[in-house]
Nanobody, 124 residues
Framework: QVQLVESGGGLVQAGGSLQLSCAAS????????MGWFRQAPGKEREFVAR????????YYSDSVKGRFTIARDNAKNTVFLQMNSLKPEDTAVYYC?????????????????WGQGTQVTVSS
């Protein structure tokens, strides 16, 4: 069992930056791949970024590639999402999720544990 708690969301102007954090409980954090997803009002939850359990392999959606960076600190059981050059269309609730599997997946239903989400609002 893994419990995830996101933090770091807020209101920022377009072009600004935010860093989201996701703190995980449990001693098996380093065995999970971690992902960030987001969900805007009236839209489906969409993949943002994924990092392998070791932190070596990184994956991004085309909409955030070059602007967002995912990272993890296994010693601190934490995964981060650095978001730069934010746009109004990045406004959403952001969720972190843990995946026990080894197959790379961008689908939300492949992830086993979820946080409660943190709101990110980008004003124009």
């Amino acid at each position: 069992q893994v419990q995830l708690v996101e933090s770091g969301g807020g209101l920022v102007q377009a072009g600004g930056s935010l860093q989201l954090s996701c703190a995980a409980s449990g001693r098996t954090f380093s065995s999970y791949a971690m992902g960030w997803f987001r969900q805007a009002p009236g839209k489906e939850r969409e993949f943002v970024a994924r990092i392998s359990s070791s932190g070596i392999s990184l994956y991004y959606s085309d909409s955030v590639k070059g602007r967002f960076t995912i990272a993890r600190d296994n010693a601190k059981n934490t995964v981060f999402l650095q978001m730069n050059s934010l746009k109004p269309e990045d406004t959403a609730v952001y969720y972190c999720a843990a995946d026990r599997g080894r197959i790379i997946s961008y689908q939300a239903n492949s992830y086993d544990y979820w946080g409660q989400g943190t709101q990110v609002t980008v004003s124009s």
